[in-house]
């Protein structure tokens, strides 16, 4: 059983930066790790993935360019840098971890999730 916590949000001024942590209690060295967000009304989309041993990175195209995800296997977490922040890009922001080496934008390939951490941009 792996469980996640999130890290990190908070609010920030457009154009600032934000770095999310995503940490867990079990091992994940050999999982895929994602972020997703949820803004206010809107259903839950996919932000950005990285596979079992961060070879392999893959971002919606609103935040490509501006977030970077990686991770630390040595440390069980998963990173996400978010700047250029936009208004938009105000959110819960979800950790979620599969149970192979792959990752995905599909949300339902994700078996662990943590319990999500507000992002909040202002103007």
């Known amino acids: 059983q792996v469980q996640l916590v999130e890290y990190g949000g908070g609010l920030v001024q457009a154009g600032g930066s934000l770095r999310l942590s995503c940490a867990a209690s079990?091992?994940?060295?050999?999982?895929?790790m994602g972020w997703f967000r949820q803004a206010p009304g809107k259903e839950r989309e996919f932000v950005a993935s990285?596979?079992?041993?961060?070879?392999?990175?893959d971002y919606t195209d609103s935040v490509k360019g501006r977030f970077t995800i990686s991770r630390d296997n040595t440390k069980s977490t998963v990173y996400l840098q978010m700047s250029s922040l936009k208004q938009e890009d105000t959110a819960i922001y979800f950790c979620?971890?599969?149970?192979?080496?792959?990752?995905?934008?599909?949300?339902?390939?994700?078996?662990?999730w943590g319990q999500g951490t507000q992002v909040t941009v202002s103007s």
């Open positions: 979620a971890a599969t149970r192979y080496g792959a990752a995905t934008r599909y949300d339902g390939h994700y078996a662990y």
């Open positions: 079990g091992r994940i060295s050999n999982s895929g």
């Open positions: 990285i596979n079992y041993d961060g070879r392999l990175t």
